[in-house]
């Protein structure tokens, strides 16, 4: 028998999944805002050369950061996340899935990165991304030229290697709906209503499969919630928090 003090056990650490190429800029309006107590901090392995599939990003993030854990992903991240719930669903505590996807790659998305991977292999990465940012951005967030500037900065950043790899680990991502509905843990699933990379659809799919699943949908936000409306996330996120009681 475990005689350990409830009191003494310490709280589930926080870990801030980014999306395909992204680093902790997509969090930083999150990390300040957050509980100390719960340790948050961004995850870095879906960025190791050696990570080839989304079932080995997750592996290694439940390897890099032991004991109970509070995943929260967004797009690829994401999938990650639920992934990792699947490899280990003893160690999930709670699941915050921001702007993904469960289903499958579909024929004319792979088709899409296919393309756009013969071009980031011969290093003609600007002329993927900067185009991007409008199916990236709500309207009215892709005429920031800050926040469009800190969204080129990191995908650009993390160089077309990475993207070649992580483009191949999101086309052949496992179905993740096979499972959700075996999630018991804490989740808020949240989209941007003009996303249109994962639209609000997909969101939905996610909810209604994972049981008490909290559902949210941001008005004016494209795919880059963290980015778009932060003061909003941060308020889902602290909300999902309280729920789990963990941020005591």
Known sequence: ???????????????????????????????????????????????????????????LVLAEHPGALLLCGASMGGMIAMEAARQAPGRVAGLALLGTTARPETPDMRALREAAMELFAQGRLREVIEPNVAFAF????????????????????????????????????????????????????????????????????????????????????GHMLTMEQPEAVNRLLLEWIARGGWGN
């Not at 005689?3 to 930083?28: E, K, S, Y």
């Not at 995908?155 to 052949?172: F, K, P, S, T």
């Not at 075996?182 to 699933?189: G, N, S, Y």
């Not at 209503?193 to 799919?205: G, I």
């Open 1 to 59: 028998m475990n005689n350990t003090p409830l009191h003494a056990v310490d709280p589930p650490q926080l870990v801030l999944i980014p999306g395909l190429a992204g680093d902790a800029t997509m969090w930083q309006a999150q990390l300040p805002a957050l509980p100390a107590a719960l340790r948050p901090v961004v995850a870095t392995a879906h960025a190791r050369p050696g990570a080839q599939r989304i079932e080995d990003m997750a592996a």
């Open 138 to 221: 709500h309207p009215a967030n892709a005429a920031r030229p800050a926040l469009v500037q800190a969204y080129l900065d990191f995908v650009l950043r993390a160089g077309a290697q990475q993207l070649v790899r992580q483009n191949r680990a999101v086309i052949h991502r496992p179905d993740a709906r096979l499972h959700l509905p075996r999630v018991a843990c804490p989740t808020l699933v949240a989209c941007g209503a003009a996303d249109q990379l994962t639209p609000p659809e997909c969101s939905e799919e996610i909810a209604a499969l994972i049981p008490g699943a909290h559902h949210a949908v941001l008005a004016e936000c």
